[in-house]
């Protein structure tokens, strides 16, 4: 990390993270690993530019493990490398799930496959 100061463990957390996107992916990837195209139908509404993007800019942070397995065709996944991020997802997906409910919103399931 950068030179940045924080005045707060959550600031830090969150710049870390990253964006909306960012967490997206690292919450379908706390279920286990997942492929390009498999990320790319449960988050319908993100760019491949942007999924790329993002999932370059979380493997160069440490949060996402990418794996090439020598096959054809090429097969690509992804999986949480820190662990330690899991609970922390699976808190932040139980209270988005619980908050929508609260307030009315639907959540559309995307589908894996």
């Known amino acids: ?9 959550v600031e830090f957390a969150v710049d ?16 286990g690993a997942l492929r390009y195209g498999e990320l790319r139908r449960l988050i319908p ?9 993002r999932l370059r800019e979380l ?20 999986r949480l490398a820190d662990e330690t991020l899991r609970p922390v ?11 929508a409910t609260q307030v009315g919103t639907k959540i559309e399931p995307a589908t894996r496959r």
């Open 59 to 78: 493997e160069a942070a440490g949060l996402v493990e990418r794996t090439v397995e020598s096959q054809a065709p090429l097969a690509v996944s992804y």
């Open 1 to 9: 990390m950068s030179a940045r100061r924080y005045y707060c463990p």
């Open 16 to 31: 870390t993270i990253g964006g909306k996107w960012a967490v997206v992916i690292l919450a379908h990837l706390k279920e």
């Open 89 to 99: 997802l699976e808190a932040l997906y139980a209270w988005g799930q619980s908050r």
């Open 45 to 53: 509404d993100i760019t491949e530019k942007m999924l790329t993007q």
